[in-house]
């Protein structure tokens, strides 16, 4: 069996060797044939014809709910310093982090 890329199958006991799992020969068997059986899913929606089909992020059509972004007059320096426990020069005091 062909994986996705047309390789040659995956070998679920060396993968799990990189994985640093210890697998049963059970196991082992059990994992490779539910691979197999997702990669030959994965072959078989590749099958599908989708020339003229354009991408999608979602399966439904997604629109903005927000409002529109738009420019408005902000705070000036005096406004937004009004109530910070310490400032000079036109700038936030704050207390030194590093040691």
């Known amino acids: 069996m062909m994986d996705v890329a047309g390789e040659k199958n995956i070998d679920v006991a060396y993968v799990a060797h990189l994985a640093?799992?210890?697998?049963s020969e059970e196991e082992t068997a059990v994992f490779q044939k539910q691979l197999e059986g997702i990669v030959g899913y994965v072959n078989?929606?590749?099958e599908i014809d989708t020339t003229?089909?354009?991408p999608t992020a979602h399966g439904r059509s997604v629109q903005n709910v927000f409002r529109e972004d738009m420019a408005r007059e902000g705070?000036?320096?005096?406004e937004v310093l009004r109530n910070a426990p310490a400032q000079r020069d036109g700038l936030f005091v704050v207390p030194k982090i590093v040691e």
């Open 20 to 23: 640093r799992l210890r697998l």
């Open 44 to 46: 078989k929606v590749r």
């Open 52 to 54: 003229g089909v354009e």
């Open 75 to 78: 705070l000036t320096t005096e």
